[in-house]
């Protein structure tokens, strides 16, 4: 049986647009997931690390629906979710208002999901699709770090004997925040708008979209506000003003100031030994002051304000009775921020025998254009997907990941030198080369229960 014929116990109410449903007054559907990861690395790539963790891939929510009235076509829709990667605090992923205008034709007002994908709209139904997770180098945060906008979208929605056609547009604004380089960037957007086209039969979906972000985030201030470089501005402080100093004493020791002869011997200095100690602190002295005006110069490359981005993907989901494929493909292009552009894709291919389902998928990144992040990288993925109910799934997975080439920096105070990857770890990186220590390849395991309700 395939994913989605098994879901005829209410999941696939959960996966489409809220309007597919029977009217009826209210409405509860239920949503969760429990996981376990582990990596072999002592780095935290995404959300675990070698002590394992239970957050990364676990998760609950709620979606409800309200009719006031069901002659009218009018309902109220919100899905609640709190995942344990964001420490369990629950958030409105939907909250809008659906008018169904037409049998095709329906209208939505309020916070709702972005197409951007083709399983977008169904991300958090693990029933809906083999893996733990869809693979995290096009659906996770580092390549789109939004999923919902405030706004409003416009569906068509037309069913033929054996196809079927479905078309969205969209367009709103919404808050973002950026995971990146080990902390959190927080934006705005401020505009977005794009649409998405789907066709397809019982088991086979074909998609396009297409979307355009523009943006503001103050980058600079983030990066400098961090802990690591205001220790590294201090360091060079310190080195000025400890050079400076005894610049000051080998200078009056030198003109037969007793006290400052004295406080040098205690340092170790004797007369004969100035010359050489002056040298060597005027040394000291450039080598503080270059590096404290490299860190400010480095700063002021890194541009605050507008940014404008466009996303562009394809896919393509195969679900017969026995074999599961599906192949997608994503490109986003980034102007007036040091933002990278990426090309992602990934290719899964399954097959089903009885209650079990083993699968390969293939994703990559690739980083492009960027003095900042080098987040390129590919993974293989086994795993395997085990059908307890209808309803409820049992999934295993091995992952193995490589990290990318290095970008080479074609602007700014480090044109021509070299960016290596950090992949998708959570790493910080060195401020005087954006670099991180982080190994070159990692093994990750999970294992997760997903169900509806």
């Known amino acids: 049986m395939s994913i989605k014929k098994s879901l005829a116990a209410g999941a696939l109410a959960l996966a489409l647009p809220m309007p597919a449903m029977a009217a009826t007054d209210f409405k509860i559907n239920g949503f969760a997931n429990a996981g376990f990861a582990w990596v072999d690395s002592d780095e935290t790539y995404l959300f675990s690390d070698k002590d394992g963790s239970f957050n990364e891939s676990s998760f609950m929510g709620l979606q409800m629906r309200f009719a006031p009235n069901v002659d009218v076509p009018i309902s109220f829709v919100t899905q609640l979710i709190a995942r344990g990667r964001d420490d369990w605090n629950l958030e409105a992923d939907w909250a809008y208002v659906n008018w169904q205008a037409t049998e095709d034709f329906s ?5 709702v999901k972005l197409p951007v994908f083709l399983i977008s709209e169904a991300y958090d139904v693990g029933v809906t699709y083999p893996w733990i997770a869809p693979p995290e180098e096009i659906y996770g945060f580092a390549n789109v770090p939004f999923s919902a906008m405030t706004g409003f979208s416009l569906d068509y929605n037309h069913f033929f004997d054996e196809t079927w056609i479905n078309a969205k547009f969209f367009m709103g604004r919404d808050n973002m925040s950026i995971p990146t380089m080990g902390t959190t960037i927080p934006g705005e957007i401020t505009r977005m708008y794009g649409a998405a086209f789907s066709f397809g039969t019982e088991s086979l979906e074909l998609r396009a979209s297409v979307s355009s972000v523009d943006f503001s985030m103050n980058i600079a201030d983030a990066i400098s506000g961090l802990p690591i470089a205001q220790a590294g501005q ?3 402080g310190a080195a000025i003003m400890e050079s400076t100093a005894l610049l000051s004493l080998l200078n009056a020791a030198t003109a037969g100031n007793t006290t400052a002869q004295d406080s040098l011997a205690t340092l170790g200095i004797e007369q004969a030994a100035y010359p050489a100690a002056e040298s060597a602190t005027i040394g000291d002295l ?11 110069s480095l700063f002021a490359a890194i541009p605050n304000g507008i940014g404008e981005a466009e996303f562009y993907s394809a896919g393509m989901r195969y679900d017969g009775d026995r074999v599961f494929f599906m192949t997608e493909a994503a490109r986003r292009s980034v102007r007036g921020l040091p933002f990278p552009d990426s090309t992602t894709g990934f290719v899964t291919l399954g097959y089903r025998f009885n209650k079990m389902m083993p699968h390969l998928t293939y994703s990559v990144h690739e980083s492009e254009d960027s003095i900042l992040v080098n987040q390129s990288q590919a993974s293989a993925i086994l795993g395997l997907r085990y059908d307890i109910e209808p309803w409820a799934a049992l999934k295993f997975e091995a992952q193995y990941t490589e990290l990318g ?3 080479i920096r074609d ?3 480090l044109t ?5 990857s950090t992949g998708l770890f959570n790493e910080l990186p060195a401020l005087d080369t954006f670099t991180g220590d982080v190994p070159d390849e990692l093994i990750k395991l999970q294992v997760a229960y997903t169900m509806v309700f």
């Open 416 to 420: 021509g030198s070299a960016l290596p």
């Open 405 to 407: 080439d290095d970008n």
């Open 286 to 296: 450039r080598e503080a002051y270059l590096a404290g005006q490299f860190n400010q």
């Open 234 to 236: 201090a360091e060079a």
């Open 411 to 413: 602007h700014g105070p």
């Open 107 to 111: 209208i939505n007002v309020g916070r």
